[in-house]
T-cell receptor, first 112, second 114 residues
Framework: GENVEQHPSTLSVQEGDSAVIKCTYS??????FPWYKQELGKGPQLIIDIRSNVGEKKDQRIAVTLNKTAKHFSLHITETQPEDSAVYFCAALSYNTDKLIFGTGTRLQVFP | DGGITQSPKYLFRKEGQNVTLSCEQN?????MYWYRQDPGQGLRLIYY???????QKGDIAEGYSVSREKKESFPLTVTSAQKNPTAFYLC?????????????FGPGTRLTVL
């Protein structure tokens, strides 16, 4: 079936450094790729999304890049802060099933 | 968490009992979803509904049931047939599912079977 692979599963960075999380999807017809941030005990919050007609999107310290040929998309967080510590999920909308397929999550820890 | 509420936040159930989780949204969204989240795994889709009085099974529907009698409400019942019900349950909604519209999540309900 359709799947999304996400790496790494855990990521530790020093405050001020950059963090990159990568995802690979299997359905070549996928056209929508959201990223969610989940804090402990809470529901996921959308932080940025990208559609297949663009290769990059930026929102302040957060950016997402999409390589449709390679079926890769990545989340980039610059100038990380302790409050960025959370679990981050990528997802891809499967054209075949019309459902969001989620990655397994990346636990990001930002140390002061 | 937007305009999506889930209750209760924590729920304890004895084995053999059915339990219903509440999900309400005031975003006027057509589509609603239920996901299950287990440690180390992504979100898995249980059921979804694109319109009132209609719903479809997701990837792990066995042992669960839903109803969609009102646009703003999509309750999930975890039945005694669900073999491993202890998990974090998340409800989400979007304007329409067919178009790639953003899904917004509620705060979740943590269900523990004693």
């Amino acid at each position: 079936g359709e799947n999304v692979e996400q790496h790494p599963s855990t990521l530790s960075v020093q405050e001020g450094d950059s963090a990159v999380i990568k995802c690979t999807y299997s359905d070549s017809a996928s056209n929508y790729f959201p990223w969610y941030k989940q804090e402990l005990g809470k529901g996921p919050q959308l932080i940025i999304d990208i559609r297949s007609n663009v290769g990059e999107k930026k929102d302040q310290r957060i950016a997402v890049t999409l390589n449709k040929t390679a079926k890769h998309f990545s989340l980039h967080i610059t100038e990380t802060q302790p409050e960025d510590s959370a679990v981050y999920f990528c997802a891809a909308l499967s054209y075949n099933t019309d459902k969001l397929i989620f990655g397994t999550g990346t636990r990001l820890q930002v140390f002061p | 968490d937007g305009g999506i509420t889930q209750s209760p936040k924590y729920l304890f159930r004895k084995e053999g009992q059915n339990v219903t989780l509440s999900c309400e949204q005031n975003l006027n969204h057509d589509a609603m979803y239920w996901y299950r989240q287990d440690p180390g795994q992504g979100l898995r889709l249980i059921y979804y509904s694109q319109i009132v009085n209609d719903f479809q099974k997701g990837d792990i529907a066995e042992g669960y049931s839903v109803s969609r009698e009102k646009k703003e409400s999509f309750p999930l019942t975890v039945t005694s047939a669900q073999k491993n019900p202890t998990a974090f349950y998340l409800c989400a909604s979007s304007r329409r599912e067919k178009v790639a519209d953003t899904q917004y999540f509620g705060p979740g309900t943590r269900l523990t079977v004693l």
